[in-house]
């Protein structure tokens, strides 16, 4: 009897260990246990490489933005040779050295053809200027008793009998000017005309004149007598020792033929009631 019962408990418990030799409960609780271990191994990995992917991304920009950005040595020491303030200061002289350039306009009249074209003077006291636009110029020439009349038109250029379209085109070789017919041509008169002259303009302009930019503004004394020519390098060469020594941008050039311009340009402001300060 008691043989028996041991017998039946046996396998009762062997039933309940189930094939591995534990309990149910056990098994299940152990194998619960592993699973879960396994699935936070598993895991873990994987959350490690999501929290790491965005540093690593953003470490990717970070290079990324480096290296577009970057300069290479040999660059960034041109950078900082060019920036330094000893370089400006070196080119900056260079450029105050070097002056105006007084050579000779595109499309200007060689000197060699300028016989050709002789200036048509009425008489010795005559004489043209240019700077900037013919309107202010001719205003502010205007102002003096030492002139007697002026006339605005185009002069020093390769095409006979330009028009005002052009000389703006750039093409004609020709400038702005105003003929100018100083009273009783005095020598002193026109030393009043020549620093007038060079009171109406910017002398040291040599791109031309305010706004008014190009070689047909271009700033010029058109000389055809030799008491004009030394008039001219008088005045000159006083206005540059007024400013202490500086190369003016004021061309000095014999004379050729005057092209009277259109009427409507002839006295401009007058006509029209406009009363301007002159180009400076």
Not at 23 to 39: M, T, Y
Request: glycine share 8%.
């Amino acid at each position: 009897m008691t043989n028996s019962s041991s017998s039946a408990a046996a396998r009762v418990v062997s039933l309940r260990r189930g094939r591995f030799g534990r309990l149910p409960s056990q098994h299940h609780d152990n194998e619960r246990g592993r699973r879960s271990c396994e699935v936070r191994t598993r895991r873990r990995p994987r959350a490690l490489a999501s929290s790491k992917r965005p540093a690593e991304a953003l470490s990717k920009d970070v290079q990324g933005a480096q290296v577009e950005g970057a300069e290479s040595p040999s660059t960034s020491k041109v950078s900082k040779r060019w920036f330094s303030p000893l370089r400006w200061i070196l080119a900056l002289a260079e450029l105050l050295d070097s002056g105006p350039n007084l050579g000779p306009a595109p499309n200007e009249l060689p000197e060699e053809d300028r016989e050709g074209l002789a200036f048509q003077g009425r008489c010795e006291s005559e004489l043209m200027f240019s700077g900037g636009c013919f309107w202010c110029l001719q205003r502010a020439l205007d102002s003096s008793d030492a002139i007697e009349e002026t006339t605005v038109g185009y002069t020093g250029g390769i095409l006979n009998q330009p028009t005002y379209g052009q000389v703006q085109s750039r093409k004609s070789g020709h400038v702005e000017c105003v003929l100018v017919k100083v009273r009783g041509g005095a020598y002193a008169d026109l030393n009043t005309v020549m620093k007038l002259y060079l009171d109406s303009i910017d002398p040291t302009d040599d791109v031309g004149q305010g706004n008014n930019v190009g070689p047909q503004y271009r700033s010029c004394v058109f000389y055809h007598t030799d008491a004009q020519l030394k008039a001219a390098k008088e005045a000159l060469a006083a206005e540059s020792e007024r400013r202490g020594g500086r190369t003016l941008a004021v061309r000095v050039r014999k004379a050729t033929r005057f092209w009277k311009a259109e009427e409507v340009h002839q006295d401009y402001y007058e006509k029209n009631g406009i009363d301007p300060e002159p180009d400076v």
